[in-house]
């Protein structure tokens, strides 16, 4: 955290520190000034105490970037519809770990959340001595599910560049007349040479061999 970011910039992926780390700065969405004081009340007694609150949820995206959180603690009462997706935009947008309170709900408002990616959806009576174990829960859900979205993107990363890569040593066995292993072995020593990754270079080839179709 600390970084420097202009107002319309989302606060970037990571993985967030483990909740007994009281420096963790904690926002509480809520409208309701008492309902807000519950939230407060139980991460204070906990140990956390960068709480702020946020009371106005008009313009939400902007006043979460201007706090920049850790955590983000979402209250709401009975939510309609629009109000629901408002929040669940927040959460597809911001990554950061939210835990998203509501005294009712159903299975269609459940499935949403999980698809935007709330951390954790809490149905029911807002009690103060949960608050601990549900920011632990919402933190730990975070950081697994980050863990597995970095792994799922390197993965997805490595696909691409083998395809690239097999290209252009197609383009290269084709062009010069070299083997596969000529050409991996040409598209190596040049990635090397300038100091560059293989599939850097492979894309190079790809796009040079388009222009001159």
Do not use: H, W
């Not at 927040?90 to 509501?102: D, E, H, L, W």
Request: with cysteine.
């Amino acid at each position: 955290m600390g970084e420097t970011r202009t107002g319309s910039e989302p606060p970037g992926p990571g993985v967030v520190p483990r909740p007994r780390d009281s420096n963790l700065k904690i926002a509480i969405v809520d409208e309701s000034p008492i309902r807000a004081a519950i939230l407060e009340d139980g991460l204070r007694e906990a140990g956390f105490t960068l709480v702020e609150r946020i009371a106005e949820t008009r313009n939400l995206l902007a006043r979460v970037y201007a706090m920049d959180p850790d955590v983000i603690l979402i209250d709401l009462e009975s939510p309609s519809r629009d109000e629901l997706e408002q929040m669940f935009q927040v959460s597809r947008i911001v990554k950061r770990p939210i835990a998203m309170f509501v005294d009712q709900s159903d299975t269609a408002s459940i499935q949403a959340s999980v698809d935007a990616g709330v951390s954790a959806y809490i149905v029911g009576n807002l009690q103060k001595d949960r608050i601990k174990t549900i920011l632990d829960l919402c933190i730990s859900r975070f950081n697994a599910f980050s863990r597995l979205q970095g792994e799922l993107d390197e993965a997805k990363d490595a696909l691409a560049e083998r395809k690239v890569i097999d290209r252009a040593k197609g383009v290269l066995m084709k062009a010069k007349k070299l083997s596969e292993d000529e050409a991996y072995t040409l598209l190596r020593k040049t990635a090397m040479n300038e100091k560059k990754k293989i599939a850097e270079i492979a894309q190079s080839v790809v796009t040079a061999a388009e222009l001159f179709k």
